[in-house]
């Protein structure tokens, strides 16, 4: 018998319906692999694989030119802290559909996200050591988890196409330690960790702050942060990403949710006036659907939502009644491939970090193979 619970399951495809699913091809990048980024059909059929030189530091989407960005987890340098290895990147390459790089920035303090513009351009995280009183100030979790004595603060970071820095956005000077406590049970190793950055318009950022759980605005010209939505809201949350109507969609993953006793997921609209929440999707039972960490969401042409449930390997598509139209469980089960990593994370995973829906058009050298 099957050992591996989610194997057990069912792995693969799950099940489609054509009239209603997006039509398109599925890119993901498992997380515990070597370099391998999938691009799979509706069918749940491999249209095409990258084998690239680093495992992932996150995730893989197409530009739109076809060629793919890429996070590479580079592990050029010694862990920060324990978690470091699990999210930590340092390669933000673009590659080829046959593996060529074509270009590349480096960065051994980044993690977990990089938004690529069409001119080159990388906005991205990192982080910065904070020590002796720069540390104290940092409000909130488990006491005495400092990683030696330093918190690691997050930095946002714009780099031109030559890698020279255009913009900088330091947690440590324009966020509050008061207004932006870490929750309990973190460790204070690492804060606000952002998880997710994104280019509203011109002047502004989009931020998802996990450990605080908190997605804020950042004017680009002051470097002040506005709270669009605190714990009262969301709780763990990832991937905060504008619609282009004036409003954000947000994967809400509902660890340690407020005035709840019972975790699940959640995808959320919100109004990035009013704060106010509109479409909201979660399961029934609403505990059937939980990813505790990462997670994604992407809005797709035809209205519907790809949604991935990060670390269970599992990607499905709804549509705006919220029915489940196609659902896929990523069927590469490997161990870490990094002693570091397999230390904090043993055992096989086939957990992503997040999925993205192309159209035919968005891959313009497929039909070309």
């Known amino acids: 018998m099957e050992q591996n619970t989610l194997k057990r399951r069912g792995i693969g495809l799950i099940g489609s319906d054509p009239e209603l699913a997006f039509p398109g091809y599925t890119l993901y990048a498992p997380l515990a692999g070597r370099g391998i980024v999938d691009l799979v059909d509706l069918s749940g059929e491999l249209a095409h694989r990258w084998e690239l030189p680093y495992r992932p530091g996150r995730h893989a989407r197409l530009l739109p030119d076809g060629a793919l960005a890429y996070n590479g987890a580079t592990l050029d340098i010694a862990p920060l802290f324990a978690m470091w290895r699990k999210y930590s990147g340092g390669s933000m390459g673009v590659y080829a559909p046959d593996g060529t790089l074509l270009r590349e920035h480096r960065d051994d303090y980044q993690h977990h996200d990089a938004h690529h513009y069409d001119d080159g351009r990388i906005l991205y995280t990192a982080v910065e050591p904070l020590t002796g009183a720069e540390a104290e100030r940092i409000r909130g979790g488990v006491p005495g988890s400092e990683a030696d004595g330093t918190v690691w603060a ?19 000077v324009h966020l509050d330690p008061a207004d932006y406590v870490l929750q309990p049970h973190y460790w204070r190793e690492h804060w606000p960790l952002i998880n997710s950055v994104h280019p509203l318009d011109e002047h502004t950022v989009v931020a998802s702050l996990r450990s605080v759980s908190a997605v804020i605005l950042i004017d680009r010209r002051t470097g002040a942060a506005t709270t669009l939505a605190d714990r009262t809201v969301v709780a763990q949350q990832h991937h905060a990403t504008p619609l282009g109507d004036g409003r954000l969609l947000v994967f809400d993953n509902g660890t340690f949710r407020t005035g709840e006793s019972v975790t699940y997921s959640r995808v959320v609209e919100i109004d990035l006036d009013t704060g106010e929440l509109g479409w909201i999707y979660q399961d029934s039972p609403r505990e059937a659907f939980f990813t505790p960490y990462m997670g994604g969401a992407q809005r797709l042409a035809n209205g519907n939502t790809l ?18 139209c196609w659902e896929y469980v990523v069927p590469s089960f490997t161990e870490y491939p990094d002693p570091d990593t397999a230390q904090v994370f043993p055992g096989v995973s086939n957990a992503i970090f997040r999925a993205y829906r192309y159209a035919a058009a968005e891959i313009p050298w497929l039909g070309e193979r």
């Open 154 to 172: 997050d930095v946002v970071r714009e780099v031109a196409a030559d890698g020279s820095t255009l913009w900088e956005w330091r947690a440590a």
């Open 307 to 324: 949604i991935t449930e990060a670390a269970f390997g599992r990607i499905f598509e709804v549509t705006p009644d919220r029915r489940i």
